[in-house]
T-cell receptor, first 114, second 114 residues
Framework: DTEVTQTPKHLVMGMTNKKSLKCEQHMGHRAMYWYKQKAKKPPELMFVYSYEKLSINESVPSRFSPECPNSSLLNLHLHALQPEDSALYLC?????????????FGPGTRLTVT | AQSVTQPDIHITVSEGASLELRCNYSYGATPYLFWYVQSPGQGLQLLLKYFSGDTLVQGIKGFEAEFKRSQSSFNLRKPSVHWSDAAEYFCAVGPMEYGNKLVFGAGTILRVKS
């Protein structure tokens, strides 16, 4: 089973709202990623968690706050977003113990900021 | 610096015709190479990967790719395209030195005409 699930599928929020995106995997992967993808562009890496610790923050604005409560779950907390933050947000996971490096992606959350 | 180039932004092929999508990479060591496919509004699905060994690798959905070190290329091929193959295809290389990141190409949009 190589499934990564993401909820919700779609989210519309105002610039003053607080919301969260959720990502879950049960493959025992200990590396998890958040990406942002704009239309017709490749995914842009935002954050990497390795063994539940934040290992990479790609200079993401503080209005995005990641959280990894356990080895299966990854959250992205959103607050005071801007319309330009509207995008597809993808979660991915990787088996950190293997030197294979392939990442498995979830279906994404389509975020619209109004 | 590590990078991936997909020279074709769009490709249109007739259903039943053969397909080749080009990918060139720049990487200092032996690369790990991947092809992903993304249907509109969906996440990325791993088609195939190359780490070492046989330079012709088979993937899912009838796709294959050939690693050519001398040309720094990893082109994706399919002998007979189906209408359901219409999607965007991303080539990726890794791992990056820090954080086992992947670098993605800009993507190639495949259109299939009947």
């Amino acid at each position: 089973d190589t499934e990564v699930t993401q909820t919700p599928k779609h989210l519309v929020m105002g610039m003053t709202n607080k919301k969260s995106l959720k990502c879950e995997q049960h493959m025992g992967h200990r590396a998890m990623y958040w990406y942002k993808q704009k239309a017709k562009k490749p995914p842009e890496l935002m954050f990497v968690y390795s063994y539940e610790k934040l290992s990479i923050n790609e200079s993401v604005p503080s209005r995005f706050s990641p959280e990894c409560p356990n080895s299966s779950l990854l959250n992205l907390h959103l607050h005071a977003l801007q319309p330009e933050d509207s995008a597809l947000y993808l979660c991915a996971s990787r088996d950190a113990g293997q030197s294979s490096y392939e990442q498995y992606f979830g279906p994404g959350t389509r975020l619209t900021v109004t | 610096a590590q990078s991936v180039t997909q020279p074709d932004i769009h490709i249109t092929v007739s259903e039943g015709a053969s397909l080749e999508l080009r990918c060139n990479y720049s990487y200092g060591a032996t690369p790990y190479l991947f092809w992903y496919v993304q249907s509109p509004g969906q996440g990325l699905q791993l088609l195939l990967k190359y780490f070492s060994g046989d330079t012709l690798v088979q993937g899912i959905k009838g796709f294959e790719a050939e690693f050519k070190r001398s040309q720094s290329s990893f082109n994706l091929r399919k002998p007979s395209v189906h209408w359901s193959d219409a999607a965007e295809y991303f080539c990726a290389v890794g791992p990056m030195e820090y954080g086992n990141k992947l670098v993605f190409g800009a993507g190639t949009i495949l259109r299939v005409k009947s």
